[in-house]
């Protein structure tokens, strides 16, 4: 069935009563809390909800100490509901939220299961209630989702017992959205955990009418929200949702995403799970660059990288001073640092002169630092070597890495780090892997001051290394180059068929892709003909749109230099592909001029099902194909999305100056880069797949030539 386009205005105005309800009513509430419909108005009740509560249950008078009506439509006319909570059976969600459009609730909560996540029969009732919702401009949270909570606003209708014990959570400014009801629970948790609270936690459920895009969207504009966590399995709307995190990214709240269905088996869970389709994770790990987002691989990464954004600090760069109270760490520090491209610059002079006169005369004072063993114990030296050390320019950040476990110690540090955070104007990290004793004293003083507490060593570099990407990525957002996505971005298509290769060739070359001399010859008398044109060596390729892998067929001869040797060459290679394939169609042979030697890059456009086109760099050869070096990035690219690629590939170096070869053309490469992306988005429609395979990168200033392309159009059969 066709359903109706919602209109997306009066959709915020709905989501809005959503995420801050003024009165909400429970249809399926229950009297015993062990189900879900009295889970709910228990939770409400023991959150003190400010706000009116109705539950709706023909076999109940109240609920919790609410009044408990029949029916949706028994409630008095004159209550405004904000938010129905539905929790009955998926058969009977339909006809109510047709109540629930008749009654003027237009935001709804569906906690009931069996829609498109069990097969074609929920498909069918989900796409009903989506009809519904859209033609009535409702917000829809669900169905299959766990539930919402406002926690700033004491709204907690998140469906699980989590909460049922609790009378308080801590204040924070983290808004969470997670596809699993329990791992909601656990991200809360673990944020907890790490003394941050959880503003709003949010289940997406298979997401019919309301999609974690339009939950971005106002989670982002939220003075309370600083960053938003997100664990996902599908983004449904992948334009809304990254043109969320641009905004997000121009207010400065990151994004972290843990996505699921990086793997085979974990893409088929999602389908059982949600019924979404996760998307090739390769396009959706680029587009999270492209975009600013975090992506992270697990529960305690998403955790850590909340705690570390939520305090505010901002890592601006690779430089890292550690200071380090025992001796024995410092080797280790610096190693895990390493890890995750951090670097370990020396002490200036003028820290070095001052710190020897506050450290013991036995101290080696360098980066990392050892003050001695006891040293920490006179406040007063500590805090000043402390903050001499945090001051150097040399360093970016400081971590600081104590043992002390002792209780009354561990506070002395405590308090003296909090002083030293407060006053010396540079991010000090401190990684503290003492016991659990210290929780409610040292640790809670770094915690309620924001300095941001670590209890791994390898967890803290690995999020500290996404918060310098982060504000690197924010640095270079603000470049000219940002937008800059190429002379021929917008350029109209024209009619091509993808088998023409001399067409295909002429249209690349309007979108400023090189190409050598090539000459199509389909006879013995047409190769005669061409070589007494062509001059200097020839390639000579097999054309046929049958043979994609033209060196696996024998298809590609190189270094032709005469008439005679080109004719034995065609006969060859016409041989070859027919013993290679006796049914393809073979168009003929290419006679090519030869390139000069350069770096090999293979540049290709795939479309994503989910983001469309892709666009795709590699180095040639074996780096690509075996070792899988190469980078993404969905269209639009820009210009410095294009040099990002490049920088992101790990056979970079081959670009540069080595050992007398001079570096190579990249900012030829990046005009192929942007003139291929202009040329799918101009193609778009069409779900091109484009392969330049190989493209020689020449010596800088002599550009870049494409030896070889395939092209297919999607609506090509």
């Known amino acids: 069935m066709s359903v109706t386009h919602r209109d997306d205005d009066l959709h915020k105005s709905a989501l809005e009563r959503l995420l801050h309800p003024r009165s909400v009513a429970i249809v399926g509430a229950s009297g015993t809390s062990t189900r879900l ?27 919790e100490g609410f009044t408990c009506y029949p029916s949706l439509l028994e409630i008095p006319a004159d209550v405004n509901i904000d938010v129905a909570i539905v929790f009955i059976g998926a058969d009977k969600v ?7 459009a008749d009654r003027g609730v237009r935001s709804l909560i569906i906690l009931s299961s069996g829609f498109s996540e069990i097969g074609p029969e929920g498909e069918n009732l989900q796409l009903q209630l989506t009809e519904i919702a859209n033609r009535h401009h409702m917000a829809v949270a669900g169905p299959n989702c766990a539930g919402l909570a406002n926690f700033p606003d004491h709204f907690v209708a998140y469906g699980t017992t989590n909460f049922i014990d609790r009378m308080s959570v801590l204040d924070g400014s983290i808004a969470v959205l997670t596809a699993s009801g329990g791992m909601g629970n656990t991200i809360f948790t673990f944020c907890e955990e790490r003394g941050v609270g959880v503003s709003f936690l949010i289940g997406l459920g298979n997401e019919a009418v309301t999609t974690a895009g339009d939950y971005l969207e106002a989670l982002v504009e939220e003075v309370g929200v600083d960053v938003v966590l997100c664990n996902i399995e599908a983004i449904r709307d992948p334009k809304r949702f990254f043109h969320a995190t641009d905004r997000a990214a121009t207010l400065g709240k990151p994004v972290v995403v843990l996505k699921g269905g990086r793997s085979e088996v974990g893409k088929k869970a999602i389908v059982t799970h949600t019924a979404a389709l996760g998307g090739s994770s390769d396009a959706y790990a680029s587009a999270f660059k492209q975009h600013g987002v975090i992506q992270v691989t697990d529960l305690d990464e998403l955790a850590d990288c909340g705690m570390l954004f939520s305090s505010g600090v901002t890592i601006s760069g690779p430089r890292l001073g550690i200071f380090s109270l025992p001796g024995g760490a410092t080797s280790l520090l610096s190693d895990l640092a390493s890890d995750y491209g951090f670097t370990i610059p020396g002490i200036s002079d003028d820290t070095k002169a001052v710190l020897e006169e506050i450290l013991p005369p036995i101290a080696v004072v360098s980066n990392p630092l050892d003050p001695t063993a006891g040293f920490a114990r006179d406040s007063e030296k500590f805090r000043n070597a402390l903050t001499t050390f945090a001051s150097d320019n040399e360093f970016d950040f400081v971590v600081f890495f104590p043992i002390a476990s002792q209780t009354d110690y561990a506070q002395q540090i405590a308090n003296d780090v909090v002083t030293v955070h407060n006053s010396c104007g540079k991010p000090i990290i401190a990684i503290w892997t003492a016991g659990r004793e210290l929780e409610d004293g040292a640790w809670k003083t770094l915690r309620e001051a924001g300095v941001p507490l670590f209890l791994n060593s390898r967890s803290a570099f690995r999020a500290l290394a996404h918060a310098r990407r982060y504000g690197e990525w924010t640095s270079r957002r603000r470049t000219s180059t940002t937008n800059d996505y190429g002379s021929r971005w917008g350029q109209s298509a024209e009619s091509l068929t993808s088998g023409n290769a001399d067409a295909v060739r002429n249209e690349l070359r309007r979108f ?5 001399y090539t000459q199509i010859v389909r006879s013995e008398d047409d190769v005669a003909e061409a070589m007494a044109i062509v001059s200097g060596p020839v390639a000579m390729k097999i054309l046929s749109s049958d043979i994609p892998h033209k060196t696996e067929a024998g298809g590609v001869i190189l270094d032709v230099l005469t008439a005679d040797d080109a004719l034995t060459a065609y006969r060859e290679i016409i041989a070859s592909g027919r013993r290679y394939s006796p049914t393809a169609v073979i168009d003929g042979v290419e006679i090519q001029n030869m390139v000069e030697k350069g770096v090999e890059v293979i540049i290709g456009i795939s479309t994503d099902d989910q983001l469309g086109p892709i666009l795709s760099v590699g180095l040639g050869g074996v780096l690509t194909e075996v070792l899988h070096d190469y980078s993404q990035r969905p269209l639009p690219v820009s210009r410095a999305d294009a040099q990002d690629m490049l920088s992101e590939l790990r056979g970079s170096e081959l670009f540069k100056n080595f050992r007398g070869r001079p570096g190579a053309d990249t900012n030829a490469l990046i005009e192929t880069m942007l003139g291929v992306a202009a040329f799918a988005h101009a193609y778009r429609d069409r779900k091109p797949e484009l392969d330049l395979n190989p493209v020689i990168v020449l010596p800088v200033g002599r550009g870049a030539v494409a030896v070889d392309s395939l092209l297919h159009f999607g609506d090509e059969k």
């Open 94 to 100: 339909v006809d109510c939220v047709r109540q629930c």
């Open 512 to 516: 400023d892709v090189s190409f050598p």
């Open 37 to 63: 419909g009295g889970l709910v108005v228990k939770l409400l009740a023991r959150h003190r909800f400010p706000g009116g509560v109705y539950p709706v249950n023909p076999k109940y008078e109240e609920v």
